[in-house]
């Protein structure tokens, strides 16, 4: 049947859109490996995996209206935003029920308004982790938390800070052996670096919460944050090469940007993540579905993980993460 004069003005101006559409796509995609602007490739590669499915779905509207040169372009982008995200493809860890995991951890950033643990609590397991790594810390919060976990936890490590986004804390089943002292530096955000005696052996436990890169002045910042914690742990493990060390926090970087890339090359750590739990750990309340993963567990390659959950929301805009690990290495004496 012969399409109207109506038809034809809403299919040629549906084309223009979805060519328009097209061409932003290829100029963010262009952006997103190109540096010339830092902060927008930042902003653009944290958003990869959104602007993947945008991708795909202008693709199936291609071939609805049977554009293949559109087609082309937009099949094109694809593969280049793959390049960034081999995490997609690394498989799930083989675990063993019948053994237990030799440590648990959890990561969490709580939001620096939640007082009360009770909410936290509720939602990690009954076996409460052997190790919880909390960001955004407030004196209330730790009250609270100190007055819930009672003697379980009877080994800690906190520092306040003031407007608060960054007081940071740790709390352990494990006795702390080594441990560094919060920076004085007012201006220097806190760091736990500590080192723990656990059955199994010891093992580095780094908590840190990086500033998010909401302007120029504020990557660069973070950029100096992440390679101070490069530093601490190169140095940690070329004097004690034999202790295994796990990173956590939330480090304000998705896994598809090239700091994220730089940190684990230059740790050479492992991530936790897999294509088995990509599940966003932060989310904007106003934007459904633009959830980000920017709170990461890595670790080194003395320990095996064994599993790795993003738990649910329990009142914070970030997911806790939960992982367990085994030792692969036995230690030294001189370690023990």
């Known amino acids: 049947m ?16 979805l060519r328009g559409t097209v061409a932003g796509t290829l100029i963010l995609t262009t952006v997103s490996l190109v540096p010339l602007y830092p902060l927008l490739t930042e902003w653009i590669g944290s958003l990869r995996l959104q602007l993947c499915g945008g991708i795909l ?14 087609l082309l372009l937009l099949s094109l982008q694809l593969p280049i935003h793959g390049l960034w995200m081999p995490v997609l493809f690394h498989p799930p860890p ?18 620096v308004s939640t007082e009360s643990a009770a909410n936290l609590l509720s939602v990690l397991p009954k ?7 909390i960001q955004e810390l407030s004196s209330a919060m730790w009250n609270s938390l100190e007055q819930h976990l009672g003697s379980s936890h009877p080994h800690r490590l906190h520092s306040f800070r003031k407007p608060g986004h960054f007081g940071i804390g740790f709390v352990s089943r494990y006795p702390l052996v080594e441990y560094e002292h919060f920076p004085l530096n007012e201006d220097e955000i806190p760091v736990v670096n500590a080192v723990l005696q656990t059955p199994k052996g010891k093992v580095r436990i780094v908590v840190s919460h990086q500033l998010p890169p909401l302007s120029s002045e504020y ?14 742990i ?36 492992q991530d936790s993540l897999n ?40 009142g914070s805009d970030h997911r806790p993460i939960l992982t367990t690990f085994r030792f692969l290495r036995p230690q030294s004496a001189s370690s023990e």
């Not at 090469?241 to 940190?263: F, K």
């Not at 088995?276 to 633009?290: D, I, K, R, V």
């Open 275 to 314: 294509r088995s739990n990509l599940n966003a750990t932060w989310y904007p309340p106003l934007f459904p579905g633009c959830g980000l993963i920017i709170d990461h567990v890595f670790f080194s390659s003395e320990l095996a993980c064994l599993s790795r959950r993003t738990l649910a929301y329990f």
């Open 94 to 111: 083989t675990t063993n029920a019948v053994s237990p995991p030799d440590l648990s951890i959890c990561s969490v950033n709580i939001h």
């Open 57 to 70: 779905l202008l693709a199936a509207i291609a071939i609805i209206l049977r554009r293949s040169r559109l």
């Open 2 to 17: 012969p399409q109207t004069a109506g038809e034809l003005t809403q299919c040629s101006f549906s084309v223009r859109i």
């Open 219 to 232: 990557l660069r910042l973070r950029s100096e944050g992440l390679q101070s914690i490069v530093d601490r």
């Open 127 to 133: 076996n409460l982790p052997d190790v919880i790594g």
């Open 234 to 269: 190169t140095t940690a493990r070329q004097r004690q090469p034999e202790i295994p060390a796990i990173l956590v926090g939330d480090l304000n970087c998705t896994p598809w940007v090239s700091e994220y890339h730089r940190l684990l090359q230059l740790t050479e750590m």
